[in-house]
């Protein structure tokens, strides 16, 4: 059974960092895919960032609103995904959610809370 946890949130001032972690279990030696998703109070859950293939590698996308801040990347092999989020802004405080993807099945973690507050 496939278990996403994300952890590494916190509060933190605007203009600092945080570095937030999914770790995925179970998901054996097939293919899969990831993406960060977030949810301010109040508010929807929308599109952070996901990875996507390219003839190189792994490739990165972002909303236009983290595009130059925010850095996704993942360890295929330890099944670990990362999201760097530096210059953080009061409008980044959040849940942040890991999704990982494989084949048809998509698997969410429970979050990890971002406060931006000086």
């Known amino acids: 059974q496939v278990q996403v946890v994300e952890s590494g949130g916190g509060l933190v001032e605007p203009g600092g960092s945080l570095r937030l972690t999914c770790s995925a279990s179970?998901?054996?030696?097939?293919?899969?895919?990831a993406s960060w998703y977030r949810q301010a109070p109040g508010s929807d859950r929308e599109f952070v960032s996901t990875l996507t293939q390219t003839a190189t590698g792994d490739r990165a996308n972002y909303v236009t609103s983290v595009r130059g801040r925010f850095a996704m990347s993942r360890e295929k092999a330890k099944a670990m995904i990362y999201l760097q989020m530096n210059n953080l802004k009061p409008e980044d405080t959040a849940v942040y959610f890991c999704n990982v993807r494989k084949g048809h099945m998509s698997y969410w973690g429970q979050g990890t809370r971002v406060s931006v507050s000086p």
């Open positions: 179970g998901l054996g030696n097939s293919d899969w895919w």
